[in-house]
């Protein structure tokens, strides 16, 4: 396991569990090649695989075009004539676009170095090796360090870039992608998790076919449209078997992830910030740092691949003290009053919760400033004291007392130009001066590229949190960027804004975990749109998606859950008929849904019926008795009502396989028939289970081969959780 460098092969071997990654250094050019990636191998002598055109070595070839245009790449560069998509693309100050990058020296060692400003996987000596690889190009004067880290328990690999103008004169980076997977098109289909509001993350899987296709945003933030993931899956892979190839952005602004297949069976899939809108300068001895990129090999499948995903960000990834606690069940007021509070409204709720034993109220947007509805006042974060007398301070004291704690939503990134942040610094907002700005929702970005508009932003956000005992933050984010301008940035220098934002996004967050070190902060940003590793970097949860209805929920948890582990997802029981669909379901089924996430309720707990209060206790008993098996545990999914159109299944066993649950839900029923069966997956086959429904014993084995008989359920939308529990001599 670990990294070598095979100096008679000229081989840099990358070693996890169950897969290698061989990088070459081919001959006198020292151009550094993809040999190989996939399952073990013991070999270094993979050089072969990067002739892919020619078996003529460099010193007859090197100088022809058709030889770049073909050399599987480590870090393609645009100029040279290689005409894929390349991860470097420069501009000198006299217009010189070429770059290529050769190969220097390298280091290896233990541990992961962290990338400043940036969100990334963190691991010590004893979790992963590190390899760099210096290259330069000499006419540019300019030094790129290939970053590599090889997980030693785990079938993960990151990667990233530094770049430095190492050179006299200044230069523009017009690209600086993060990873490239130059290698051979073994029949693959093409995997993305496309969607729009109420409809995040929908697990997308089509034949690749020649040409360019992949995913991206331009929109400043990863998007409800796209997530920055992709997977190539062979077209024969199901969830335990077939190859899969992912790749996943740790970054939360424009991304490009782009898949080229060439009719020569060739394929190339880069990784990185989106090269469109985007533009660095670098002045002589300055230096820019990549986002980091994951890469998930597994030959198990696509079950496999997300396993590898939960552990590498479980405790790779989420950081903090809420890491490993189990996160508090939860009502959000959002649903149940929208803007229309006072304390004793919420008082009333709380009250009503903590007689059934949940353990936080969140109050959301509209305790600020003279927020009435979504036309005024972000920016002013001030409390509105006609709607909360005594301020936060008595809320949070009277809600402690009830023996539950408070969370507070708040907006920090955004302005309404209703607001007198607005009116005192309109310079504050991202807009160009002789254009009326685009609004969204009524309101605008803060520049959050300045130094000045975060520390105000800051300031006012340190008060409100310092006033009263708050334990838990939704940083909620409610719009796209457009008219992208800063005041503080050159002409020259505006290709930087967006990143420039995102860092800002980041800074922020990480002084807000400094000095609030106990905090939960749960990110948000209009349902679902900055569900990234990015994010997770900073709040060990995000909001999912606005949409909450049931049917739809299993849609978007599904495609969510194939990459991020469900201790991040954030999922509540909604009012009914559903606010965002107008659907019914049974409250049971809502809160079984709800279950396997980051637990809550996101209604108006005191219009329930006494029946539905009285099903709340038995649910936060679930949540705590089976909440840390879904959080911490391995996930199979079993079924798939988007596949099926009938029902939903997935499980989670303990890492010891000595506890299973199933959450199972019948969407639609069906005639009476043969009941169907479910195959459990990843039970000890030689240990024996309960069924704790019927009691009955079997072999794990017979559990899983045999499977699991379906209750029949009449009616639509029923759901039921299934135990299955080893029955020790
Ligand atoms: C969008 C979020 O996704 C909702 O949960 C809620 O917090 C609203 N914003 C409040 O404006």
Redesign the pocket.
């Known amino acids: 396991m670990g990294i070598s460098f095979n100096a008679q092969e000229r081989v840099f071997r990358l070693e996890t569990p169950g897969s290698a990654y061989l990088i070459a250094l081919i001959d006198e050019a020292g151009f550094l090649a993809h040999a190989y990636y996939g399952r073990s191998i013991p070999d270094d002598n993979m050089q072969y695989l990067t002739r892919s055109l020619s078996d003529q070595p460099f010193r007859e070839m090197g100088r022809q075009l058709d030889y770049l245009n073909n050399l599987p790449m480590e870090y393609p560069c645009r100029g040279t004539g290689d005409f894929r998509e390349a991860c470097l693309a420069v501009e000198t100050d006299e217009g010189y676009r070429t770059a290529n990058l050769t190969y220097v020296s390298h280091k290896i060692y233990g541990g992961k170095p962290p990338l400043e400003g940036l969100p990334a996987t963190c691991g010590g000596a004893e979790d992963c090796e590190t390899l760099e690889l210096l290259c330069e190009d000499k006419a540019l004067g300019l030094h790129v360090t290939l970053l590599y880290t090889a997980f030693t328990r785990l079938d993960a690999i990151t990667r990233s870039a530094r770049i430095e103008n190492a050179g006299t004169s200044g230069l523009s980076l017009t690209a600086a992608l993060s990873a490239c997977l130059d290698m051979e098109d073994q029949g693959f289909d093409l995997i993305t998790l496309h969607g729009g509001w109420g409809c995040e993350r929908m697990l997308c899987r089509e034949a690749l076919r020649w040409g360019e296709q992949g995913v991206r945003s331009t929109r400043g933030i990863s998007s409800h449209q796209e997530n920055p993931f992709i997977a190539l899956a062979q077209h024969t892979a199901t969830q335990d078997q077939g190859q899969v190839y992912a790749m996943n952005f740790v970054y939360s602004g424009n991304f490009l992830a782009q898949v080229e297949s060439s009719h020569e069976g060739q394929l190339r899939a880069v990784m990185g910030i989106a090269p469109e809108e985007f533009r660095w300068y670098l002045s002589p001895g300055g230096a820019f740092q990549t986002p980091e990129a994951v890469l998930v090999y597994s030959h198990e499948g696509l079950g496999a691949m997300t396993r590898t995903f939960h552990d590498l960000y479980r405790k790779h990834l989420v950081r903090g003290p809420w890491r490993d606690r189990p996160r508090p069940s939860l009502v959000?007021n959002?649903e149940a009053t929208y803007f229309d509070f006072d304390t004793e409204k919420l008082l009333d709720i709380a009250r009503t919760a903590a007689k059934s034993g949940v353990e936080m109220l969140v109050l959301?947007?509209g305790w600020f400033g003279g927020r009435k509805d979504?036309h005024s006042s972000l920016g002013d974060w001030v409390v509105n004291e006609e709607k909360l007398p005594g301020s936060l301070k008595r809320l949070a004291d009277e809600v402690n007392a009830l023996g539950m704690k408070l969370g507070l939503?708040m907006?920090p990134e955004m302005v309404s130009p209703d607001s007198d942040l607005y009116r005192a610094h309109p310079d504050y907002a991202l807009q160009i001066p002789s254009r009326d700005p685009i609004l969204s929702r009524w309101q605008l970005v803060l520049d959050f590229s300045r130094k000045e508009v975060r520390d105000c932003v800051y300031d006012q956000l340190h008060k409100v949190l310092s006033s009263a005992n708050i334990e838990y933050v939704?940083w909620?984010m409610?719009r796209e960027l457009s008219d992208v301008w800063s005041s503080a940035l050159p002409a020259g220098r505006q290709g930087e804004l967006r990143h420039r934002y995102v860092l800002g996004v980041y800074e922020l967050q990480e002084r807000l975990l400094r000095d609030f070190p106990g905090l939960l902060l749960e990110n948000?940003?209009?349902?679902g749109s900055r569900f990234d590793p990015g994010m997770l970097y900073y709040s060990p949860q995000i909001?999912t998606s606005?949409n909450m209805d049931v049917v739809e929920r299993l849609r978007i948890q599904e495609g969510t859950a194939m990459v991020y582990p469900l201790s991040t997802i954030s999922a509540h029981v909604p009012a009914c008929p559903s606010h965002t669909n107008g659907r019914t379901t049974p409250f049971e089924t809502r809160g079984q849904v709800a279950l396997p996430g980051c637990f809550g309720y996101e209604l108006d707990l005191t219009k329930l019926t006494e029946e539905e209060l009285s099903m709340i206790p038995g649910q936060l008993e679930d949540y705590k008795k089976y909440g840390p098996v879904f959080h911490d545990g391995d996930y199979y999914r079993l079924a798939s009502y988007r596949e099926n159109g009938e029902y939903d299944a997935f499980m989670s066993v303990t890492k010891d396989k000595g506890l299973a649950v199933v959450n199972y839900v019948q969407v639609l029923s069906r005639v009476p028939r043969k009941p169907p069966v479910l195959h459990l997956r990843g039970l000890d086959e030689g240990r024996r289970y309960r069924f704790t429904e019927t009691g009955e014993e079997r072999s794990g084995a017979a559990w899983m081969y045999g499977g699991l008989l379906l209750p029949r359920m009449m009616g639509d939308f029923h759901g039921k959780l299934f135990v299955l529990e080893e029955v020790r001599p």
């Open positions: 959000n959002w959301d947007d979504d939503w907006e939704k909620d409610n948000c940003a209009s349902g909001w606005d």
